[in-house]
């Protein structure tokens, strides 16, 4: 923890702009683990050493040994974890973890279950929920809970950096404690969360180009950094689509003519009386492969039931443009453009 200021930063990896992560470590002596620091859920796990051989996820990843730390604590519980991409199995174990040079005594999953689809693409080896309480599993103090209550950060906010270009180092940062002014020019935009408990806020509208398309009457946000792209009710999503110009692939993506891209308009979010637009450069992954290139539309539909849903969700693409500080004192959250 650097002294002077009571904050916390933690470097982050950023794999093709679609995976961001840290390293934390679990037990003593520590074994290192990267995960993703994700305000869409609230549990910390990672693969587990008794994960069974029949999840080859488990075995491209780095595995916690609870019968190696001299600080673990037996607890066993069931748990299970559903995200949009994929759901996660095993049981409750707890150790000393240290996120950013700060120890607190976590219970945490251990995963048993680990699907190939999706975990066998991920670069990260865990999750680390940086979501309120009320969203955790089992009822479990969150990390970023239990470190507030230690009192040694000097705000009760966070903020993420998610870099846009693969060769800036660090790929990103996690700030616990503030925010970093390296990675951000002006001044910070805040709006409430949408209900005390949860990373959203109420959005006034979806625009595309000049013209209000969707979202019209209002409806819900999550900012979520555990998300690569930017989802949206699959309806207003394949209608955004159509109106770029952009083709459906089988699993769900789309993508535009290369030569087109200069030419997309913008798609702007209105979120607590500002503006956020994103342009073709922010939602256009640009790949080339096997010589060719192809441009990949960072928008996914996918539809959330009610009551949670219908919701949309601005993931990373959306945080590397816009940095976010994440306030639990004030329940709020700020946007200020990053570099
Ligand atoms: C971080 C946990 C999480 N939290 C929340 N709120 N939403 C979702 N969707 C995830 C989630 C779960 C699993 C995976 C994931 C994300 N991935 C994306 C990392 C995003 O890092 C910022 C990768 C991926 C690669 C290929 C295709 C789909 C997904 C690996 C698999």
């Not at 966070?158 to 693969?166: A, L």
């Not at 990373?199 to 009457?217: A, Q």
């Not at 769900?252 to 956020?276: A, E, I, Q």
């Not at 790949?287 to 928008?299: A, K, N, P, R, Y």
Request: hydrophobic share 35%.
């Amino acid at each position: 923890l650097s002294p002077s200021n009571g904050t916390a930063p933690t470097p982050l990896t950023n794999y093709l702009d679609t995976q961001y992560y840290g390293e934390i470590s679990i037990g003593s002596p520590a074994q290192m683990f990267n995960v993703v620091f994700d305000t869409g859920s609230a549990n910390l796990w990672v693969p587990s050493y008794s994960c069974s051989p029949l999840y080859t996820a488990c075995f491209t990843h780095n595995r916690y040994d609870g019968s190696k730390s001299r600080t673990h604590i037996k607890n066993g519980t069931g748990f299970s974890i559903q995200y949009a991409s994929g759901n996660v199995r095993g049981f409750l174990s707890e150790d000393v973890v240290v996120v950013g040079g700060i120890p607190v005594v976590q219970v945490f999953a251990e995963a048993t279950a680990l699907p190939a689809i999706p975990f066998i693409f991920a670069k990260f080896d865990g999750v680390l929920g940086m979501g309120y309480p009320n969203v955790a599993i089992d009822g479990i103090t969150p990390v970023f809970d239990r470190i507030m209550s230690q009192h040694v950060l000097k705000e009760e906010v966070f903020s993420v950096y998610y870099s846009k270009d693969p060769m800036h180092k660090p790929g990103g940062e996690l700030v616990m404690g503030g925010t970093d002014p390296e990675y951000y020019t002006g001044t910070f935009n805040y709006m409430g969360t949408s209900e005390a408990g949860k990373w959203e806020v109420n959005m006034k509208g979806v625009t595309v180009g000049e013209e209000m398309l969707f979202c019209k009457e209002g409806c819900t946000a999550v900012i979520d950094t555990g998300s690569s792209y930017i989802t949206g009710p699959a309806s207003s999503v394949s209608v955004l689509m159509k109106t770029i110009g952009a083709t459906e692939l089988a699993e769900g993506g789309y993508t535009v003519n290369c030569d087109l891209v200069k030419s997309l308009p913008s798609v702007t979010f209105h979120l607590g009386g500002h503006d956020y637009s994103l342009t073709e450069e922010d939602y256009i992954l640009w790949q080339s492969q096997f010589g060719e290139d192809i441009c990949s539309v960072t928008f996914r539909g996918l539809d959330v039931p009610p009551p949670t849903g219908p919701i949309w969700i601005l993931g990373a693409n959306f945080i590397a443009r816009y940095y976010t500080e994440f306030d639990r004192r004030n329940n709020r959250i700020g946007f200020a453009t990053a570099v």
